[in-house]
């Protein structure tokens, strides 16, 4: 099967080929209409051009505030130091901040005094509450709202339907949906009486699904239609809303590391019903545990978060930010994400299901070759 890059770039060669040919017979045929034809695509290539080169307006720091969700690590972590350099008062939302988390004490020590760090976790009302009461209580001087929302926060779950149980689909709603919602609704007046922004950070998984990780693309494909709903109702109110979509970034992030990797297998493990255990097999269950490791941890999976914290600074900065950032790990990662999202199943299908004949199969169907 022919890769999706290879895919890209045969048709791209054969889009050009076709407006190579149409604008050949337009000059034998109808010269007047080959000058129009040709004089409207320069025109539209040389405004898109100028258009991507031209600088981009941004928003100063100085005297405004954001709060971002998800700082103990990772892309959290990374935004929160960007945008505390750029002059913003940044409230670093930590999960582990009152317990001494690394990535708090980190945060305060190499940060301006503009930034400080609140103790959050998304999925309870309580905390969240408590986020918005310190947050108004330390909002810059003169100000009385919140500049920017960024909902960073995320979990994780490996795992085919059958193995993974209702509680950990539960745990990955409530953090990656739930806890959007929730931390949304709790900012939005601050935010509304500012004019000011919402970033959703959700994930290329929320515009396809391959095998084994449903619960976490289910979370994410809710937090995308969230977001689209959003920032229709926002519109009113002159209240912009943003996704960004990160691709192939596992080794720049904690969400999956290798311990915590090893315990969500381990749950699986112990909590897979007995019938769905016998009818897999846990020589069939490793080595998809192991198949999935391996991609985790794989080149492709990009090590340095510049590209996302870039697109998530876009998002918060630019006065007139675009609605959706897709990033991707490299170009042809990048590529990918848009063949996954966009085509139809039927082409896209075989990328997702890496299944070899050789390779092992459930026990039950193994009983029936």
Request: charged letters at 20%; proline letters at 5%.
């Amino acid at each position: 099967m022919m890769k999706p890059l290879h895919l890209f770039y045969c048709a791209s060669l054969l889009g050009l080929t076709t407006i190579s040919g149409l604008l050949l017979l337009l000059y034998q045929c109808a010269p007047v209409l080959y000058y129009l034809c040709t004089g409207i695509l320069l025109g539209s290539v040389g405004y898109c051009v100028v258009l991507y080169l031209a600088p981009k307006s941004r928003v100063s720091g100085e005297g405004k505030a954001v709060f971002i969700t998800g700082c103990d690590s990772g892309f959290g972590f990374g935004l929160a130091k960007r945008l505390d350099s750029l002059g913003f008062t940044v409230f670093a939302g930590c999960l582990l901040a009152d317990s001494g988390g690394e990535g708090s004490k980190k945060l305060r020590a190499e940060c301006s005094s503009r930034l400080s760090t609140v103790q959050i976790d998304v999925t309870d009302d309580g905390q969240v509450q408590a986020a918005v009461r310190q947050v108004k209580g330390r909002l810059p001087k003169g100000s009385k709202c919140l500049y920017a929302l960024v909902n960073n926060a995320g979990v994780w779950q490996p795992g085919e339907i059958e193995w993974v149980s209702m509680a950990a689909y539960r745990r990955v709603m409530e953090v990656n949906a739930f806890g959007t919602v929730r931390v949304t609704k709790a900012f939005l007046p601050l935010i509304r009486r500012a004019k000011g922004r919402v970033v959703n950070i959700t994930s290329e998984a929320g515009l396809h699904s391959p095998p084994t990780i449903s619960p976490y693309h289910m979370s994410k494909s809710a937090a995308e239609f969230f977001s689209d709903t959003l920032r229709h109702e926002m519109y009113k109110w002159g209240v912009k809303v943003v996704i960004v979509e990160p691709g192939s970034f596992g080794q720049a992030t904690d969400i999956a590391l290798p311990a915590v990797y090893n315990r969500l297998v381990e749950n699986l493990r112990n909590n897979m019903e007995e019938a769905v255990k016998e009818d897999y097999g846990m020589e069939y269950f490793d080595f998809k545990m192991e198949q999935m490791r391996s991609g985790i941890y794989s080149e492709a999976q990009g090590k340095d978060a510049t590209p996302a914290i870039d697109a998530m600074v876009d998002a918060v900065t630019l006065t007139t930010p675009a609605h959706r950032y897709l990033v991707g790990s490299s170009f042809e990662d990048y590529v990918n994400k848009i063949w996954l999202g966009y085509f139809p199943t039927r082409w896209t299908d075989y990328t997702e299901r890496p299944e070899k004949e050789s390779d092992p199969k459930p026990a039950m169907l193994q009983k029936n070759i």
